[in-house]
Nanobody, 124 residues
Framework: QVQLVESGGGLVQAGGSLRLSCAAS????????MGWFRQAPGKEREFVAA????????DYVDSVKGRFTIFRDNAKNTVYLQMNSLKPEDTAVYYC?????????????????WGQGTQVTVSS
């Protein structure tokens, strides 16, 4: 069992930055591929970024490439999402998730555990 707790969301102006954190409980954090997803009102949950167990491999949705960076600290059981050059269309609830098997890191249904989400609002 893994419990995930996100933090770091908030209100920011367009062009600003935020860093989201996701702290995981348990001793097996390094066994999981970690992902960030987001869901805007009236829209489906969308893949944002994922990082491999070791942190050596990452994947991003095209709309955030060059602006967002996912990284992890296995010693601290924490995964981060650094978000720069934020746009109003980035407004959403952001969720972190843990995936043990990692067949398809872009598919929400593949993930085993989810956090409660943190709100990110970008004003224009």
């Amino acid at each position: 069992q893994v419990q995930l707790v996100e933090s770091g969301g908030g209100l920011v102006q367009a062009g600003g930055s935020l860093r989201l954190s996701c702290a995981a409980s348990g001793r097996t954090f390094r066994s999981y591929t970690m992902g960030w997803f987001r869901q805007a009102p009236g829209k489906e949950r969308e893949f944002v970024a994922a990082i491999s167990r070791s942190g050596g491999s990452t994947d991003y949705v095209d709309s955030v490439k060059g602006r967002f960076t996912i990284f992890r600290d296995n010693a601290k059981n924490t995964v981060y999402l650094q978000m720069n050059s934020l746009k109003p269309e980035d407004t959403a609830v952001y969720y972190c998730a843990a995936d043990l098997v990692s067949y398809s890191v872009r598919t929400a249904g593949e993930y085993d555990y989810w956090g409660q989400g943190t709100q990110v609002t970008v004003s224009s």
